[in-house]
């Protein structure tokens, strides 16, 4: 069930819309199975990434959710609106700072931009289950191999 979006409305103000979201959306949270935050960004916030880690550490333990964290890089560092972030990253540091995040909110990462995906948590984990499955199979090519030659 999608119950909300965090908006920042022209700022970065990840804390405000994050506070928002679990103090007052949240607040029915028993009547929902599972719950789950999905951040759709292109900068880093406003706020320094070791306060945004421990609140969303402590807010996902307390309401049983995750935060999941979409980082979309683009080439531009100014915005269109003429806007300049409180806080400025280039889009690697970001992705350090956004990672840092969902990984303490329990949550996945994913990072990408026009030129495809740079990381991905989902991709990852597939990666690693396909390499497993790789070593597995070349093991089991050996032993049956071994097998026929002692026949």
């Known amino acids: 069930r999608w119950v909300l979006s965090l908006q920042c409305r022209g700022s ?19 009547k929902h199975k599972s719950q789950g ?20 550490a402590e807010v996902c333990r307390g309401f049983d ?15 269109p609106s003429g806007v300049i972030p409180a806080r400025y990253a280039n889009p690697a540091e970001a992705a350090v700072a956004f990672k840092e995040i ?7 990462f994913h990072w990408f931009g ?5 990381e991905s948590d989902d991709i990852t984990v597939i990666v690693s289950e396909m390499e497993k499955a790789n070593n597995y199979s070349q093991k089991c090519a050996f032993l049956v191999e071994s097998l026929k030659q002692r026949s």
């Open 12 to 30: 970065r103000n990840f804390m405000s819309a994050l506070r928002r979201a679990v103090e007052v959306d949240f607040k029915e949270k028993d």
């Open 37 to 56: 935050l999905y951040l759709l960004t292109t900068g880093i916030p406003d706020q320094e990434t070791h306060t945004i880690s421990a609140y969303v």
């Open 65 to 79: 959710l995750q935060l999941h964290v979409c980082l979309f890089s683009v080439m531009e560092d100014v915005d």
């Open 102 to 108: 969902a990984q303490a909110a329990n949550g996945r």
């Open 114 to 118: 026009e030129a495809g995906i740079f």
